[in-house]
């Protein structure tokens, strides 16, 4: 969600010095990345605090700005003796240290987080409303991509379709069973041939693996097709840029609201996205942004059959049906 903001602070400082600190496993998805000078990581362990802030110190920043409002971050760019400082919110934190802020006026009106992230970079002077995330790829990496598609019998006509059932609990999201009577109804209204199915999700059991076993081998009893449909290559990835080298060949993901629905986003890949209408949750907050993807969204009628009344508790199981997302992908496959 910082990507946008990073190329419009390019934009409009186009000779600016500019760099990211962030956690060592998002520096995946700022790799190559043609408007960043400079990425620098921070492990979050206590004996790094004072090295990370010695590391920002060095470059002698005028600027900087909290995204994501900790405590840790703001005592860092304090330390590291950055004048003008932009956060989230009021925490007593930011207080103390003297930071300016924005504010998301709890979330009214609402709008996406990409667009929240844009206010600090709008204190600074940027103007614009284009919030489209991006990741960028070498020749190289688009080539051993293609690769990885190959290796799992992936031919160039081949459509690949990719189902990724897990959000690890960060976004409401359907039941295994859910998912398994999906892929059911997308072998039984599409012609598979010609349609690779990649599973991406870490999370999936064996229950449900077998399961989706059971529907590869009989599909394949009845069409003698001489490679598996359903290619299960979560643990194939081995890191987050892998998933996004994979991701960036695909031609559809049904994601549910969840990191690798955004990656794909970033690469202007054609999504389904699956969402609760909840603020928090909805799409307008969290939804696809590019214009080659659906966001499907509990309808707020289901939202008030199905959720709980204070609507900590999502109703996305029931108030989402199977039949919409198949739809959706009918739209993509006559595409």
């Avoid at 293609?146 to 019998?153: M, R, S």
Wanted: glycine letters at 6%.
């Amino acid at each position: 969600m910082i990507t946008p903001m990073i190329r419009e602070l390019r934009r409009t400082f186009p000779d600016a010095f500019i760099a990211t600190l962030t956690r060592p496993g998002n520096l995946a998805i700022l790799q190559n990345n043609p408007h960043l000078d400079l990425c620098l990581t921070d492990d979050l362990s206590k004996e790094t605090f004072w090295k990370v802030i010695k590391e920002i110190r060095k470059q002698k920043f005028t600027d900087a700005l909290l995204v994501l409002p900790t405590e840790r971050g703001a005592y860092q760019l304090f330390f590291a003796g950055i004048k003008n400082r932009i956060g989230v919110g009021r925490k007593l934190y930011e207080v103390i240290t003297f930071m300016k802020s924005v504010s998301r006026n709890n979330y009214i009106p609402l709008r996406h987080e990409a667009d929240y992230c844009m206010d600090l970079a709008r204190k600074l002077g940027v103007k614009t409303d284009n919030i489209q995330p991006e990741i960028f790829l070498t020749e190289g990496e688009k080539i051993e991509a293609k690769k990885l598609l190959e290796a799992k019998g992936v031919r160039e006509s081949d459509f690949v379709l990719v189902v990724h059932i897990g959000t690890k609990g960060s976004a409401p999201n359907w039941s295994e069973n859910k998912y398994l009577e999906l892929m059911k109804e997308i072998f039984s209204n599409f012609d598979m041939a010609g349609v690779k199915l990649f599973l991406t999700a870490l999370e999936m059991t064996d229950e449900f693996l077998f399961s989706v076993s059971a529907i590869n081998k009989e599909y394949l009893s009845r069409n003698s097709p001489d490679q598996d449909i359903i290619i299960n290559i979560s643990n194939d990835l081995g890191s987050l840029r892998q998933l996004i080298l994979f991701l960036s060949q695909v031609d559809l993901l049904v994601c549910p609201s969840t990191g690798p629905i955004h990656l794909a986003d970033a690469m202007n890949i054609s999504c389904i996205g699956l969402h609760c209408c909840r603020n928090v949750s909805s799409a307008a907050h969290w939804g696809v942004i590019n214009s080659v993807s659906e966001n499907l969204e509990v309808t707020e009628e289901n939202c008030k059959k199905f959720c709980s009344a204070d609507q900590h508790q999502c109703g996305i199981e029931s108030g989402l049906e199977v039949k919409t997302v198949i739809n959706a992908i009918r739209r993509f496959f006559k595409s």
